[in-house]
């Protein structure tokens, strides 16, 4: 019998863990070289990253965390862990100082990962080298994109029963991320197997809950901060590749990035969906290793 697909990632990615508090953060730590820290986003994990970090761990140092709540990290009750944007930054500092890295950093970042990879590069500009933007956000909700009536529901008090109870978040996900190339049933099953109970399904429910779109949200401050914090990364070398039948981050989303980062390098897949690694995998891996290599980070002579 073949392996399935989160046995083969599971086995040849087997991660490190850092405790936080108690907590265990769970992490990828591949390769050598300059640092490539990769986000994901809600619901999904480190093993989205799987083709990316096997292909530039040759080169570079691939770091991929858990966002606590998410894959192989602890998944608290709201009682041990704040699941709000803040305590996702903080957590991903204390990562980062642990490891040691304080520059040179790439970023990728996809959905939530976007505002969290944003948030942390608004606090420590400096650490930050070349940018990799894939179907996220890292400002508000662009005044001419309504909010998609799924997660609407998925925040009404019906919201915890279709999210925790029945996971349609994920299932749902899963099934229309991918709009070129659908996931294989064994993909699928690995971006839902961390998600197998209402106590493990928190994180999903809360992610969605804490999106902010309007003042007095919790991380809506936040966002505004990081939205007038953006023009400071003009001169960072960016690469966007962008699945324009993503039913969230869509063109709405796609055109903020493109006006704010003209000089962005812009892919466009008119046939992918949200989950552009997995629609895209074999265009869009490359393109992010050509992107890095078009793009290296001076170093100083002493």
């Known amino acids: 019998m073949s392996r399935s697909a989160l046995d083969a990632f599971l086995e040849a990615h087997p991660g490190r863990d850092l405790d936080l508090g108690g907590l265990r953060y769970h992490y990828l730590d591949e390769g050598g070289g300059e ?160 998600y197998d109970s209402w106590a493990h399904r928190i994180t999903v429910h809360r992610f969605v809950q804490d999106i902010p779109l309007r003042p007095g949200d919790r991380a809506y401050d936040t966002v505004t901060q990081v939205e007038r914090s953006l023009d400071r990364f003009a001169d960072v070398p960016m690469l966007i590749a962008w699945g324009l039948r993503d039913f969230v981050f869509d063109r709405h989303f796609l055109d903020d990035w493109t006006r704010r980062f003209p000089a962005a390098e812009v892919h466009r897949f008119p046939e992918a969906g949200h989950y552009i690694l997995e629609d895209e995998a074999d265009r869009v891996v490359p393109l992010i290793g050509d992107f890095l290599a078009a793009h290296p980070i001076a170093r100083e002579v002493g």
């Open 35 to 194: 640092p490539v820290v990769m986000l994901h986003g809600n619901p999904s994990w480190s093993f989205s990253y799987r083709r990316l970090v096997e292909a530039l761990a040759p080169t570079y140092r691939a770091i991929v965390p858990d966002h606590i709540g998410c894959g192989l990290s602890d998944k608290p009750g709201d009682a041990q862990y704040d699941y709000t944007l803040e305590s996702r930054v903080c957590d991903l500092e204390a990562l980062l100082d642990h490891l040691g890295i304080d520059g040179g950093v790439t970023l990728v970042l996809h959905d939530w990962g976007g505002m969290i990879g944003m948030t942390y590069a608004s606090r420590h500009p400096e650490r930050v080298s070349r940018l990799v933007i894939l179907n996220t956000a890292a400002f508000h909700l662009p005044p001419s994109k309504p909010f998609p009536w799924p997660l609407w529901a998925c925040r009404t008090p019906l919201g915890a029963w279709l999210v925790r109870g029945l996971n349609a978040f994920c299932r749902g996900a899963a099934r229309v991320g991918c709009t070129h190339h659908p996931m294989p049933r064994d993909v699928r099953d690995a971006y839902l197997a961390p």
